[in-house]
């Protein structure tokens, strides 16, 4: 029987479960070592969900295909939903796993309900509680990931892109600055009017093409950054650069962009572009291509576009 | 139907296992986006003319050089790899958000006077076949 993934301002368990397993990831260690992924100075074990951050950064630093510097192995081109999608699945198995809970799914922010609000109200959602992902701050003082410089089990973030592109070793606490580089959130009309985009990606496959994928992802209409990137942006701090990740709030954002592409599969269909037929250029994001992988075995875009044996969302109203 | 491999279980072992494959892919990836000086390329084709425009961009802050890759669309937005939710109308817009997202990377000047340094932006290329 599918799992089923929960609104988390609805479902106070899924709460509690996503933060104890996030921290359980974060203090879990299973071999792999900073020196032995290349990242500078003293060798350091590297935590699982740590490991995440890496891989996310790993795939947004491959570029599809290597002469340009645009369209890379996770964003800014076809691949966008399908690999986040396949990064998702990997990590709610791993949180099964700690919380030896093979019934968990992994719970959504459904961030236009709160950009329904107005700006300062968007900044008290209960989203946002001591009780769900904690607030803002630099470092972040409340809820399960916050900061306490007395207790080095504290959550840290312990590795990020620095401003070169590089992965470097930190410790500071979680950082967030709701509002300050965008004031709001998306909307309901913003994701409405993405769901009657057709087809799911067009030519010329990045930043500037019609279709579903790029409106989601947030370089089109209505003012970008807009659905998916404003939400990395309102958030702000840790959010911003590439090893964004390191905010558990990401998987929030991210698995409410999956269900909206859950919505658009039962909309229109469970159809995806390019095809395998489509240039080599574009090897990377065509339906039968291998995916980035770092954790696990490789997936393709094929391999993921209909989960519903796998797992369902409470709600497919976006 | 999904794939085993959005079904099966990881265990420690496995995740130390397949990272140790991929790790050498993680190891390029950093090592790719070291640049002195980043080069973006646009191409357009326009009343059967190929156009081809090459800029390379230097960015130095505090007379620091500023080494990740820096490209441009061909509407004219600047991007940034390590920062990769925005997009910017200038680059001097980009680095300036660079100091705001990257605050470990940049010691706080204070009342520091305007460097004399500056961005350097080359338009090096522009030919059509």
């Known amino acids: 029987m599918a799992n089923v993934r929960p609104n988390i301002v609805k479902d106070a368990s899924a709460r509690q479960k996503y933060a104890k397993g996030v921290n359980l990831l974060k203090r879990e260690f299973t071999g792999p070592t900073t020196a032995s992924l290349g990242i500078p100075g003293p060798s350091r074990p590297v935590s699982t969900y740590d490991l995440f951050v890496v891989w996310h950064h790993t795939a947004m630093s491959t570029m599809t295909p290597p002469t340009q510097g645009d369209r890379n192995a996770a964003h800014r081109g076809p691949v966008f939903c399908p690999w986040h999608r396949f990064m998702l699945r990997q990590l709610e198995l791993n949180l099964q796993r700690v919380l030896n809970d093979n019934t968990f799914g992994l719970p959504y922010w459904d961030w236009a309900v709160d950009g329904q609000k107005t700006a300062a109200q968007q900044k008290k959602s209960s989203v946002w509680a001591a009780d769900a992902m904690g607030g803002s701050g630099s470092p972040v003082k409340t809820g399960p990931f916050k900061f306490n410089s007395a207790d080095p089990t504290s959550f840290r973030v312990r590795i990020e892109a620095d401003v070169n592109g590089q992965l470097v070793q930190r410790n500071h606490g979680l950082r967030r600055a709701f509002g300050t580089n965008v004031p709001n959130l998306p909307t309901k009309v913003d994701t409405g009017g993405v769901l009657t985009l057709t087809p799911y990606d067009a030519t010329p496959w990045d930043v500037s093409s019609s279709g579903f994928r790029n409106r989601v992802e947030g370089w089109a209409a209505p003012t970008p950054p807009a659905l998916h990137n404003r939400v990395h942006v309102w958030v702000g701090g840790d959010m911003l650069p590439s090893s964004s990740p390191n905010d558990p709030v990401f998987y929030m954002n991210h698995c409410n962009v999956d269900r909206i592409w859950e919505a658009w599969l039962t909309k229109h269909g469970r159809s995806y572009l390019p095809l395998q037929s489509a240039p080599a250029f574009l090897k990377g994001h065509r339906i039968n291509d291998q995916m980035s992988s770092l954790l696990s075995a490789p997936m393709k875009p094929a391999d993921v576009l209909d989960m519903r044996s796998i797992y369902v969302y409470d709600s497919l109203i976006v | ?129």
């Open chain 2, 1 to 129: 139907m999904p794939s085993n491999g959005m079904t099966i279980s990881p265990t420690a072992k496995s995740i130390a296992s397949y990272v140790k494959k991929n790790a050498l892919h993680v190891k390029k990836a950093q090592k790719a986006h070291k640049h002195q000086r980043t080069e973006s390329v646009r191409e357009a084709d326009y009343k059967g003319h190929h156009i081809v425009i090459t800029t390379q961009y230097q960015i130095e802050v505090d007379g620091k050089i500023v080494m990740g890759h820096l490209g441009v669309t061909n509407d004219g937005q600047v991007h940034y790899h390590p920062v990769p939710n925005l997009s910017f109308a200038s680059a001097v817009d980009l680095v300036k958000q660079l100091i705001n997202i990257f605050p470990d990377d940049f010691v706080a000047k204070g009342n520091r006077k305007t460097h004399h340094r500056k961005m350097k932006r080359t338009l090096s290329g522009h030919k059509h076949t």
